[in-house]
Nanobody, 120 residues
Framework: EVQLQAFGGGLVQAGGSLRLSCAASGITFDEYVIGWFRQVPGKEREGVSSIGSVDGSTYYADSAKGRFTISRDNAKNTVYLQMNSLKPEDTAIYYC?????????????WGQGTQVTVSS
């Protein structure tokens, strides 16, 4: 069973940095996409960034481009999201997500979420 554990959230002032970590276990798939979503109360969960397991291709939401960097350590089965130049609008609960193509359709696995709060 896939398990995702997210770490690294916290309170930071605008302009500061945080690094989120997502430790994955139980992965038996050869190819998948792993990354981060975020959600604020009353809004839909939105994709922030992701990275492919095979070719390392990356995706960034427009709001993350130029400020966030996603990376992975395959030996540790861990994905990182380095967030720089944080803004108050980055405040949200950040969720680690693993997405994989299964015979029955797309499978989505979620971590428990970590709170990021950016003060102005």
């Amino acid at each position: 069973e896939v398990q995702l554990q997210a770490f690294g959230g916290g309170l930071v002032q605008a302009g500061g940095s945080l690094r989120l970590s997502c430790a994955a276990s139980g992965i038996t798939f050869d190819e998948y996409v792993i990354g981060w979503f975020r959600q604020v109360p009353g809004k839909e969960r939105e994709g922030v960034s992701s990275i492919g397991s095979v070719d390392g291709s990356t995706y960034y939401a427009d709001s993350a481009k130029g400020r966030f960097t996603i990376s992975r350590d395959n030996a540790k089965n861990t994905v990182y999201l380095q967030m720089n130049s944080l803004k108050p609008e980055d405040t949200a609960i950040y969720y680690c997500n693993l997405r994989v193509a299964l015979p029955r359709g797309i499978g989505n696995y979620w971590g428990q979420g970590t709170q990021v709060t950016v003060s102005s």
